[in-house]
């Protein structure tokens, strides 16, 4: 039996979701209440770093309109992120609730390096060392490289001169910023998602324009796979060392692929390979600042 409500009494269960049976046809039949609206259509996960950037201003779009009580504050605009100068790029990934990974950090890594200047330039360094994604360890201290993988990066850094602060035991070492393709740590460490990977890629794309160095060392997979997929024909499914020993490029710097530092502790034998790498690194390098400084000798003699 159905209840004996007015359409008014009827319209307020409605609103309140509650199910009352309505005659079908007869004396006191009423028409429904006016339909729920259907559901949006479901967006498909990405599958790969690729469709997560394309599929990145949509996201922001959906983020956007959310009720507020529920509203994701998403990262600053491409275009704001493309004008930051360092500083406000840093204050920028502190503050970013763009994703899940805001929900269980600790502190943002945003990077490290030499000193940074008090007007806003960012730190000189030639070199750029880009990892994955922070670990428990980073997390906590809000720094990348500082567990077991951090000391043997350290090590291999020093083996060619390089050090993440410019000078090092009283030796000139060649300075180096270090930062990752993810400023968040993935949940128990699991591999960052291309949707992730695609949030954070303006920081990075911004920080890269920003310190202009001379060479680029991308450090396993998923860092690969974020520089090189607008260069390498389907580099999600082409194994890392494929792309080892060559040089790419993003935007205009060049790129050398390595092995991640961790699986260098897993695996031993392959640290011969990642020495090969680091004096391709070397080699790249040396002709870069031969260049500039055969640049500037032409400029010296003009003016």
Excluded at 147 to 153: D, E, F, R, V, Y
Excluded at 154 to 181: F, T, W, Y
Aim: glycine share 8%.
């Amino acid at each position: 039996m159905s209840l004996d409500l007015d359409a008014r009494q009827r319209a307020m269960l409605e609103e309140m979701h509650v199910h009352v049976w309505w005659p079908e046809s007869g004396e006191g039949a009423v028409s429904a209440a006016a339909p729920v609206a259907a559901p949006g259509p479901v967006r498909a996960a990405p599958k790969n770093i690729a469709e997560a950037m394309a599929a990145a201003p949509e996201l922001a779009a959906a983020h956007a309109s959310t009720p507020p009580a529920t509203t994701i504050v998403a990262r600053a605009s491409a275009g704001d992120i493309e004008g930051m100068d360092w500083p406000a790029l840093q204050q920028a990934v502190a503050g970013c609730v763009a994703c899940a990974l805001s929900k269980s950090r600790k502190n943002t890594v945003f990077g490290v390096g030499p000193a940074a200047p008090a007007d806003g330039r960012p730190p000189q360094a030639d070199w750029l060392i880009i990892g994955e994604a922070p670990g428990e360890n980073e997390d906590i201290q809000g720094e990348p490289f500082v567990g077991q993988a951090g000391k043997l990066l350290d090590n291999m850094l020093k083996a060619i001169g390089v050090s993440r602060h410019g000078a090092e035991d009283g030796q000139p070492h060649k300075a180096a910023c270090i930062v990752n393709v993810l400023k968040c740590r993935p949940p128990g460490n699991r591999n960052p998602a291309p949707e992730e990977v695609a949030q954070c890629a303006p920081y990075l794309r911004r920080q890269v324009e920003l310190l202009q160095p001379k060479v680029i060392i991308a450090m396993g997979r998923f860092a690969v796979q974020s520089l090189l997929q607008d260069t390498v024909p389907d580099v999600v499914a082409t194994p890392l060392g494929r792309l080892r020993g060559k040089v790419h490029q993003y935007h205009g710097v060049p790129v050398v692929v390595t092995y991640h530092p961790a699986y260098l502790l897993r695996s031993l034998p392959e640290k011969a390979k990642a020495w090969a790498d680091l004096c391709l690194a070397m080699d790249v390098w040396k002709k870069r600042k031969a260049a500039e400084t055969a640049q500037l000798a032409v400029q010296a003699e003009i003016g």
